[in-house]
Each structure stands twice: as structure tokens, then as C-alpha cells.
């Protein structure tokens, strides 16, 4: 098991790299780790061959703990890169600051022919995400026109939750999201079973 370590500014990794750096990095690096944070369904839709399961809460709930089981190249994806970002964050409060983020997500990776897994499995949560807060701002409007304007409020609060999302680089609908039936699999594991495949492979 590694303990947790921390690096200097020269010495770590850059927080952000492409996917052609990815895949150098597989080809090169045996001490690359990647870490995958997105929900279940997402992971079993499509996933980097070789990565760690490790959904976004799970990680902020127990960041100190996985940070000790992680090397000093640590790469973080997700769906487009925002959630990684957060999940880096999060390693970093507790001391592990030479973690990457995967710019543009598993999907850009794949796109540039990294070698993946595919299954099949729901959309990704920023698609819902965009779905549910689109439904609402039009359910909003049309029922402030025809039951009553009050309740064209909820189309205000919606954005008014959007913009603070973007601002602080966050997003409540999609943690909410993520915890609904259809975005859960069989196969996502406890934060035990995250914490001994890690151990496994350190």
C-alpha cells in the first residue's frame, strides 16, 4: 500500500492533459493509475480498460483514504472532465496533489482510439441533467400561462441554480440525479471493495 504523498509544482504531473498524453502515459508510465469518478450505469456504458471504479461521492467522502492507496501519477476522468475536476479538488484538500484530469472525458479518449470497453447503460448525467432542467423551465412556463404566473418562479430558480452551478463549478441536480435507480449498477462497488482493488494493484 502507498502511503499518501504529496509533490512539488515541478515534479507533478500537469492537472490537465489530453488523451494523446493518456495514452503516451499507458504506453510509458507503469505507475499510471486512472480513476474513474462517474456513476455506475455511466462506467458500465463505457469505460478506459485498466481503470478504477471510484463514483464522485464515494471519493469525497472518504478523499484521505484513497488519496493513501494512489501513487503520484494519478489520472482522473469522468464524462466531459468537470466531475474529475471536483474529485481533484477533493485529493488535493487531503494532500495528494499530483492527481490529473482527462480533458474532454472518456468519450474524447475514445474518440482518439484509446482502447475502452463498451456496454450499454442510460445517458450520461450531463445529457439528464440538461433533460430534467430543460423539462422543468418549459413545464414552468406553460403552467405559468395557463394555471398560474407563480409558477413561472420555478423557471427563475432554475436558472438561478444553473448559474450558481456554472459559478462554483458544481452541480446539485446531477449529484441528485446520480443517485436515482436507472444511474445505479449491480456491478458499482462498496467503498470497501474500491479501497481493495486499489490496494491490489498498489
Known amino acids: 500500500m502507498n502511503s499518501l504523498k504529496t509533490t512539488s509544482t515541478i515534479d507533478s504531473p500537469p492537472q490537465s492533459i489530453d488523451a494523446s498524453t493518456l495514452k503516451f502515459w499507458e504506453d510509458n508510465h507503469k ?3 486512472i480513476i474513474d469518478v462517474r456513476n455506475g450505469a455511466e462506467f458500465d456504458s463505457l469505460h478506459i480498460v485498466g481503470s478504477y471504479h471510484v463514483p464522485l461521492a ?16 494519478v489520472v482522473l476522468v469522468c464524462q466531459t472532465g468537470n466531475r474529475a475536476e471536483q474529485a481533484r479538488k477533493h485529493l488535493d484538500s487531503v494532500g495528494l496533489a499530483g492527481a490529473s484530469v ?5 468519450p474524447a479518449y475514445a474518440a482518439a482510439g484509446g482502447n475502452v470497453v463498451r456496454g450499454s447503460g442510460p445517458w450520461a448525467l450531463e445529457r439528464q441533467v ?17 394555471v398560474s404566473p407563480k409558477l413561472g418562479l420555478i423557471a427563475g430558480g432554475i436558472g438561478a441554480g444553473l ?3 456554472a459559478a462554483t463549478n458544481s ?32
Do not use: I, Y
Open 31 to 33: 505507475d499510471l493509475m
Open 130 to 146: 440538461r433533460m430534467t432542467a430543460g423539462s422543468l423551465v418549459l413545464a414552468s412556463v406553460v403552467a405559468a400561462k395557463f
Open 102 to 106: 482527462l480533458s474532454g472525458g472518456v
Open 163 to 165: 448559474t450558481f452551478s
Open 58 to 73: 464515494m471519493l469525497s467522502e472518504h478523499a484521505e483514504e484513497f488519496a493513501a492507496k494512489m501513487g503520484t501519477r
Open 171 to 202: 452541480c446539485a441536480m446531477g449529484q441528485m440525479l446520480s443517485r436515482m435507480p436507472w444511474n445505479r449498477s449491480a456491478s458499482e462497488p462498496t467503498a470497501h471493495q474500491a479501497l481493495q482493488n486499489l490496494s491490489t494493484r498498489a
